[in-house]
């Protein structure tokens, strides 16, 4: 990796809103390179291991929580003998957990960083060649992730709606963690959820996989750690914000900046359509007798685009992503197909939930149903390293919006608004790059458009 002229997108100033084909820059206008800062902490004490850092990778992924990688070499273990001697191994496999304290940016702008990360360390990989020298990996993950990792094996319930449950999981099993839950469900505050000996976080995620049909706007439920916090928001309710505006400059128009794409791979998987143009759920209510299926029951069980409005749809073309799929006029005897089923979770019986069966039988069906959209067209483009991408909040319904044109002007196959549900943040003493992990669904989809030209920043 070569060093790079770093640039960086700026928020227009008044209502100043550059179009599409501009995008905007902000930064050093000269080579620089980037710089860590790393600490290992514990109850007020730390160790700067900053000197010794030789590579870092900070990831975070919608709905998978984040991990930091911190690599590092240490001539005659200066630093690791007092660490390893006076905190790790005494500490490490106790409830309080060593933390990482980690921050990347460029050189000479204090401005230019990521906001300081803390995240719980879970492993240490030593590797020599000799007596007297090391390279070793840290791995830490985000303070949720770590704490509702670790059960008892518990077998009771919880009693309260989706909401109140898993604040209850959370006040259990959470430590020092938080919960933001943003928003509320309908079901009913006297239903039980059984543990079933599930680690905790695996039973929220249980919780979380078919109730998004008792939320306020049935969109997907989103999990966003934040150091010592836990937000779970729906999609609908979580502000869109266009972060930045990337343009690649490939085609022998300059350096590459901090606003540039370097690299880039896409995959369109058309071939989702086949299974995920519709997913059906269905089975007997053993409260009214009635047996819910596609024939009788299409409307109850059933999940398409027509029935999900409220999901986030980035605002391109036919150009740049696909056109979706209706059931009709469809070739003789192939009405139906892309259509699947999966089994819905069992009903809640004397109605505890306080709703119908048919009012959440589809909830697994519409989960799944969003989760294909999101995997019809990716793409992944490496930037010359953005300190933007700070946190997990907002993946999943932020946008960027991509500058691919032709000499004519025209739009090209990547141009325009991408959803942003993954970053992945890597620097070492040659440069700093970012991967950016995005999504498209169909251009003319049902949804609310979002992605905008002008920069908002979320830190």
Not at 164 to 171: K, R
Request: glycine share 10%.
């Amino acid at each position: 990796m070569t060093k790079r002229l770093i640039q960086s997108p700026r928020r227009p100033s008044g209502n100043a809103s550059p179009g599409l084909g501009t995008p905007e820059r902000l930064g050093p206008s000269a080579t620089t390179s980037p710089i860590f800062k790393v600490l290992i902490k514990r109850e007020g004490r730390s160790f700067d291991i900053t000197p010794h850092c030789r590579r870092f990778e900070y990831s975070a992924m919608l709905n998978r929580g984040e991990m930091v990688r911190i690599r590092l070499s240490d001539m005659r273990f200066i630093e690791m003998n007092p660490l390893f001697g006076k905190q790790y191994f005494k500490y490490s496999k106790r409830y309080a957990p060593l933390e990482i304290e980690s921050q990347v940016g460029w050189m000479n702008n204090d401005k230019l960083w990521i906001r300081k990360q803390q995240h719980a360390l879970v492993s240490v990989t030593p590797h020599g060649e000799s007596d007297n020298t090391a390279w070793i990996e840290f791995v830490g993950v985000d303070y949720p992730t770590y704490w509702l990792s670790a059960g008892d094996a518990g077998g009771g319930a919880y009693e309260g709606n989706v909401k109140e449950a898993i604040e209850q999981v959370v006040i259990d099993y959470g430590a020092d963690v938080t919960l933001d839950f943003r928003g509320r469900t309908t079901d009913s505050k006297f239903n039980k959820w059984y543990q079933y000996r599930l680690p905790p976080m695996a039973l929220i995620d249980s919780m979380l996989e078919w109730s998004c049909t008792v939320n306020e706007k049935e969109t997907r439920w989103f999990k966003y750690p934040d150091g010592k916090k836990l937000i779970i928001q729906e999609q609908a309710r979580v502000d869109s914000l266009h972060r930045s505006t990337y343009e690649y400059r490939g085609y022998g128009g300059g350096p590459y900046g901090q606003g540039d794409i370097q690299e880039w791979e896409m995959l369109g998987d058309n071939a989702i359509q086949m299974v995920g143009d519709k997913i059906l759920s269905g089975g007997m209510s053993a409260v009214s007798g009635v047996y819910y299926d596609q024939v009788d029951y299409e409307q109850d069980v059933g999940v398409d685009d027509v029935g999900t409005p409220n999901k986030y749809n980035p605002s391109n073309t036919v150009k740049t992503s696909y056109a979706r799929t209706t059931d009709s006029p469809q070739p003789e005897g192939t009405y139906g197909v892309g259509w699947s089923h999966v089994h819905p979770i069992p009903e809640h019986s004397a109605g505890d939930l306080g709703l119908k069966y048919d009012q959440y039988i589809d909830g697994r069906a519409r989960r799944l149903y969003l989760g294909l959209n999101d995997l019809t067209m990716r793409c992944r483009f490496t930037v010359t390293g953005h300190y933007i991408w700070s946190g997990s909040e907002g993946l999943g319904a932020d946008t960027i919006n991509v500058i691919m044109l032709t000499d004519d002007n025209d739009q090209q196959f990547l141009h325009g608004n991408w959803i942003v549900y993954g970053f992945d943040h890597a620097a070492d003493e040659d440069g700093w790059t970012t991967d950016l992990y995005c999504s498209k669904i169909d251009y003319d989809a049902f949804g609310k458009k979002v992605g905008k030209t002008n920069s908002q920043a979320r830190r």
